[in-house]
């Protein structure tokens, strides 16, 4: 079939306090994937052919503002964002009481709302640190009951630093807090419903371009060799580090 979906926002800026006002409306539609209609796996999960799409419809507010001092026009920016989002015939999946089984079924109605925000530093025009949280409150409106894998708090630290010409480093720390999941023992088998431990990652890319459309790259992942299991049984892989050139023509 076929689906419409549309968004429209606008934005106000109130330069007498240095300040940006925002709202913004969007619909949104996910039709389910093959594997969820007709998967078939090794731990009893059968995919559900009568599956409906998910319908989705949100509200964003936000205000930012850009801080001066020390003599920079943005030394620092503050951004808040209130979200809403209501979701129909969200697509999750369910086991059997003994967790032997599972399939894809719709949730008849879900909301996720929440708050996002933003610190932005530039104490020097080669740096720039950017520190993220975001709070979110997820529920099946149906049971009351919390959704699954939509952790209530998320963070994150990244920074771009360019202190010679053409040479970029951007570290970056990403944390996920606790979060409701399908838990699974170490042994692979499923133990029922329970809270999964957060975790913490860190990533590093560096590059220096040599010349215009030649780039050294170095990008190394999950540095600190955290064992984080976004999805519970599926733990994160261990630190790698990508070395290499790049080159534009």
């Known amino acids: 079939?076929?689906?419409?979906?549309?968004?429209?926002?606008?934005?106000?800026?109130?330069?007498e306090v240095w300040s940006h006002l925002k709202l913004a409306y969007g619909t949104g539609f996910r039709a389910p994937s093959?594997?969820?209609?007709?998967?078939?796996d090794s731990t009893g999960y059968v995919g559900n052919p009568h599956l409906r799409p998910e319908r989705s419809s949100g509200?964003?507010?936000?205000?930012?503002?850009?801080?001066?001092?020390?003599?920079?026009?943005?030394l620092a920016s503050i951004g808040v964002t209130y979200f809403d989002n209501h979701i129909r015939d969200l697509i999750t999946t369910v086991f059997n009481a003994s967790f032997t089984?599972?399939?894809?079924?719709?949730?008849?109605?879900?909301r996720s709302r929440g708050v996002e925000s933003s610190l932005t530093l530039r104490p020097a025009s080669w740096v720039e640190m950017v520190m993220t949280y975001t709070y979110t409150d997820a529920h099946d409106l149906s049971t009351g009951a919390r959704l699954l894998r939509?952790?209530?708090?998320?963070?994150?630290?990244?920074?771009?630093?360019?202190?010679?010409?053409?040479l970029s480093i951007a570290p970056e720390l990403i944390f996920t807090g606790p979060f409701g999941d399908y838990l699974v023992d170490s042994a692979g088998f499923p133990t029922g419903v329970g809270r999964a431990k957060s975790g913490l990652i860190a990533n590093l890319v560096v590059t220096k371009e040599l010349k215009k459309g030649l780039t050294l790259f170095l990008d190394g992942r999950n540095l600190t060799g955290s064992r984080?299991?976004?999805?519970?049984?599926?733990?994160?892989?261990?630190?790698?580090?990508?070395?290499?050139?790049?080159?534009?023509?």
């Open 1 to 15: 079939g076929n689906a419409l979906t549309w968004r429209t926002g606008a934005v106000l800026a109130v330069p």
């Open 34 to 40: 093959l594997f969820d209609l007709f998967g078939v």
């Open 59 to 74: 509200w964003e507010a936000g205000w930012t503002v850009d801080i001066p001092a020390f003599g920079r026009a943005d």
């Open 101 to 110: 089984a599972a399939t894809s079924a719709n949730v008849a109605r879900a």
């Open 150 to 166: 939509r952790p209530q708090n998320a963070a994150s630290l990244n920074a771009r630093i360019t202190p010679l010409e053409g």
């Open 228 to 249: 984080f299991e976004p999805a519970s049984g599926y733990q994160t892989p261990g630190t790698q580090v990508l070395a290499g050139i790049r080159a534009k023509f």
